[in-house]
């Protein structure tokens, strides 16, 4: 079992930063890759960015080159640093792992979602 922890979503202006953090812990596990989605009021869940273990990066058209996907691996920590954030920004952002797990009837893959943080731009 994995569990994904958000953090650092908030309140800014059209313009401004956030950062994001999304934590991982539980058992033994490793994970494949990690990512951002987001939901928009009456939207569809959408891609945001993701990570994979070999430091793969792939972002969705929307973000690219105002927003990133550092992570601390010792940590299994990944952090979504948003710059220039727009209005249409505006969302609940999830953290996603893709995790193998180890367990007593041998590793398992499953798809790990955390909790959510909402972010809101102003304009």
């Known amino acids: 079992q994995v569990q994904l922890v958000e953090s650092g979503g908030g309140l800014v202006q059209a313009g401004g930063s956030l950062r994001l953090s999304c934590a991982a812990s539980?058992?033994?596990?490793?994970?494949?890759?990690m990512g951002w989605y987001r939901q928009a009021p009456g939207k569809q869940r959408e891609l945001v960015a993701t990570?994979?273990?070999?430091?793969?990066?792939n972002d969705a058209d929307s973000v690219t080159g105002r927003f990133t996907i550092p992570r601390d691996l010792p940590k299994h920590t990944m952090y979504l640093r948003m710059n220039s954030l727009k209005p249409e920004d505006t969302a609940v952002y999830c953290c996603?792992?893709?995790?193998?797990?180890?367990?007593?009837?041998?590793?398992?893959?499953?798809?790990?979602w955390g909790q959510g943080t909402r972010v809101t731009v102003t304009s």
């Open positions: 996603n792992a893709d995790a193998i797990v180890a367990s007593m009837g041998g590793p398992y893959e499953y798809d790990y």
């Open positions: 539980g058992g033994s596990f490793s994970i494949n890759q």
């Open positions: 990570i994979t273990s070999g430091g793969t990066t």
